[in-house]
C-alpha cells in the first residue's frame, strides 16, 4: 500500500487531508449503492393528499410572524405550497450553476482519475435532482419563481470566472442550508408523501456531494494561491448575502393574497426566522471558520446575511 509522507501531505486545521482519490473512489462505492431514479422511485400520479403540508410549517419565512397569527389555517397552507416551489426553484437555479462549475474543475484534470469520475457522477445527480424538483413544482400546482433579473445575470458571470475554490464555497452554501431544511422534513408526516420523498432522495445523494465540495475546498485553501484565498472569502461573503435574498421570493406573498412589503419586512424582523436560517448555516459556518474562509471582511458579509449571529 502506497504511504503518503508528512512532505507530501496536505494538512490545515482539521488535520490531514485525506488523498484525493482515495475520496472519490468511496464516494463512488456509496453512489453505486444508494442513488435513485426519482421518476421510478416516487409516485408522481398519486393525488395531492388534503390536510398535508407541502414544507413544514415552522420552516415557512413567515412562521410565529403577527401576520402568521392572522393568516387562516388554508392560508398558511398555500403559503407552503409556494414556499417550496420557490425553494425547489432556487435549488434549480443553483444545481444548473453547481454543474457548469463542476465542469470547468474537472476540464484540465485526467479524464481516467476517480475524483473525474466522481465528478461527472455527481452532475448526474444534480441533472436527476433538477428534474425532480421542477416535476414537485408542477405536481404542487405553484408556478415556478426565477430569481431577480440582476442575480441570474450575475450568476452568469460566477460561472464564468468563479476560483475554484470560491466554486466548493459557493456549493457548499446552496447545498447545506436546504440540506439542513430537508433533513426536517422527510420524517415528517405532516408533509406531503410526494415532498418527503423527493426530500429524502435529495439528503442522501447531497450528503456525497457536501464530502466531496469539503474535502475539496480544504484542498484548495490550503494549496491556493493568497489572492485567490482572500478572493474566495470575499466573494463567499457576498455569495452568502445573495442566497439569503433569494431564499423566498416575495412573489409568493402576493401570490397567496398577502401584501409584499409586510410580509417582506415581517419576515426581517423575525425572531423566529433569524433563528431556522442560523441553524439551517450553523454546521457550514463552523467549517468555514475552521478552514479560514471566515475571516474579516467575509464574517461581516456573513452577518450581513442574517446567516451568522
Known amino acids: 500500500m502506497t504511504t503518503v509522507t508528512e512532505r507530501d501531505a496536505l494538512r490545515d486545521a482539521l488535520g490531514l487531508l485525506r488523498d484525493r482519490e482515495q475520496v472519490a473512489e468511496r464516494l463512488l462505492e456509496s453512489s453505486a449503492k444508494h442513488s435513485f431514479d426519482p421518476d421510478k422511485e416516487l409516485d408522481w400520479d398519486a393525488p395531492v393528499e388534503d390536510g398535508k403540508w407541502f414544507w413544514p410549517p415552522e420552516l415557512l419565512s413567515l412562521y410565529d410572524t403577527p401576520l402568521w397569527r392572522k393568516m387562516s389555517e388554508e392560508q398558511r397552507m398555500d403559503l407552503a405550497r409556494h414556499e417550496a416551489a420557490s425553494l425547489a426553484s432556487l435549488g434549480i437555479w443553483f444545481e444548473i450553476i453547481l454543474m457548469q462549475l463542476l465542469v470547468r474543475h474537472i476540464y484540465d484534470k485526467s479524464l481516467t482519475s476517480n475524483h473525474v ?173 475552521d478552514i479560514g474562509v471566515m475571516n474579516g471582511l467575509s464574517r461581516r458579509l456573513w452577518r450581513s446575511s442574517g446567516l451568522l449571529a
Not at 424538483?133 to 464564468?160: C, D, E, Q, S, W
Request: net charge positive; aromatic share 8%.
Open 117 to 289: 469520475r466522481y465528478a461527472l457522477t455527481e452532475i448526474a445527480d444534480e441533472c436527476r435532482h433538477s428534474m425532480m424538483f421542477a416535476r414537485m413544482i408542477k405536481k404542487g400546482g405553484a408556478p415556478t419563481y426565477r430569481m431577480p433579473r440582476v442575480y441570474h445575470n450575475l450568476a452568469r458571470v460566477l460561472k464564468t470566472v468563479s476560483t475554484t475554490p470560491g466554486s466548493f464555497a459557493a456549493t457548499l452554501l446552496g447545498e447545506e442550508i436546504l440540506d439542513w431544511m430537508q433533513r426536517l422534513t422527510f420524517p415528517d408526516e405532516r408533509v406531503q408523501t410526494i415532498v418527503r420523498g423527493v426530500t429524502r432522495i435529495h439528503v442522501v445523494e447531497e450528503a456525497r456531494h457536501v464530502r466531496y465540495a469539503r474535502e475539496e475546498l480544504r484542498r484548495q485553501m490550503v494549496s491556493a494561491p493568497r489572492w485567490e484565498r482572500e478572493l474566495t472569502r470575499i466573494s463567499c461573503g457576498e455569495a452568502a448575502r445573495v442566497f439569503a435574498t433569494c431564499f423566498v421570493n416575495p412573489q409568493v406573498y402576493e401570490n397567496v393574497g398577502l401584501d409584499r412589503r409586510e410580509a417582506v419586512a415581517q419576515v426581517k424582523a423575525s425572531g423566529h426566522r433569524r433563528e431556522v436560517m442560523q441553524s439551517g448555516a450553523g454546521r457550514l459556518t463552523e467549517f468555514l471558520d
